[in-house]
């Protein structure tokens, strides 16, 4: 135990398996921070279930935005998730069991929510509250399905997945919202097509390295649409692109500090697992029990984001290509094992509807109306499936709404929950 930033840090570790049905596969320690404002050992715990998937809980520094808030009620569980942090982070050092699709499949949604309830048992919480921001509340679905008795209220934003379309319907819903925002996006400021077209055609053309060494390709550039979906993205984006290049003895080149920003835009180096498991979260969701590398093929679906799409190609978000474990080196120990991951047959889904709206808890959850990650009309729909779910609906903010106002969120929440 320690003081930090005025509150009491406890931490805990302890020991679970890999596989919950077949414990001879091993075990890793399952590791967790608490946080406590001064005088508050003794409030009602509340879980961080970080949002990824394949990050860990965040590394408090202070107590603000949503973790202030949330402090005023509750002491705060920090869970890193199994493969992140110091759950046995997995990454391109790990050993070769770590990267195989047999891991690889456990890192899911209910082996999460089963870690925390070993962790909830170890602390001898009989409930607790829950908190979930994107993958996050995908998390809450699924421990609310399998845990209803473990929870006593749920608090979600941007994370209510959808219970009944497969990842091929899910992704052309994806694709059709971002073709929206980049179209916005366009709008606002007009010159940016023939920026994005300009460095697309350079990289086919052109050899151009990133600080990491390998080549940048104009796919991979693409993937900087990603951006689109967050609050402050399209600056961000327009500031990127407003002078990329340069003449160096008479050949255009791009400038290195727009390689270096695309560079760490483009790199999984920081949350490999992201990559790799990404899909997976909707396996067996709608009866799709294979993945298949749905974005992949979506996106042909799609003129405007085709690989091929040439002048006028928009750029591409929250998703995943089989390419990017060529051409990423933070992903090409992975490359064999998501492969395998993209073929594995889901029996099942992580949740379960009938279970939500028996005996789920009440639950307060913002939705964003212009999402591009988890889209407003599939988290409605889930949000009427749970027994008592209040929402709150903005297009105040986009997908990372808490990075803006963590604290006004979660207080809205807070008082939507309590009401009777």
Known sequence: MSIQFGHTVKEH????????????QGTFELFAREVCADGGEEKPAIVWLQGGPGFPAPRPVGASGVMGEALKEFRWILLDQRGTGRSHRIDAGSPDE????????SLRQENICRDAEALREHLGI?????????FGGFCITAYCSMFPNSVSAAFLTGGLPTLDKGADELYRVTFAKLKYRHDQFTRQFPWAQERIDEVVAHLDNSQEL???????????????????????????????????FRTVRGEKRLKTDFLANVGARVSFEAGPLYAAIHESIYGGVGGQRVTGWS?????????????????GGYLTGEHIFPWQFDEDPALA??????????AYQWQDSPYDPAALAESAPVAGACIYVDDIFVPF???LATAHTYRDLRPMITNRYQHNGIA?????????LRRLVHEH
């Open 404 to 412: 803006e106002d963590g604290a006004g969120i979660f207080a809205e």
């Open 295 to 311: 974005a992949h093929r979506v996106r042909e679906e799609f003129p405007e984001f085709a690989e091929d799409a040439g002048p």
């Open 13 to 24: 570790v302890i020991e679970v398996p890999w596989d919950y049905a077949d414990p001879s």
């Open 126 to 134: 009989d409930k607790w509250a829950l908190f979930g921001q994107s």
């Open 377 to 379: 009309e599939e988290s």
């Open 333 to 342: 120990r992975f490359k064999d094992a998501a492969e395998a991951l993209a």
């Open 98 to 105: 770590d990267i195989s699709v047999e891991r690889l499949a």
């Open 210 to 244: 990133l600080p990491t060494g390998e080549r940048l390709s104009s796919r991979r550039f693409r993937t900087i649409g990603i951006e689109l979906g967050r609050g402050t993205g399209f600056y961000n984006l327009a500031y990127l692109l407003e002078d990329p």
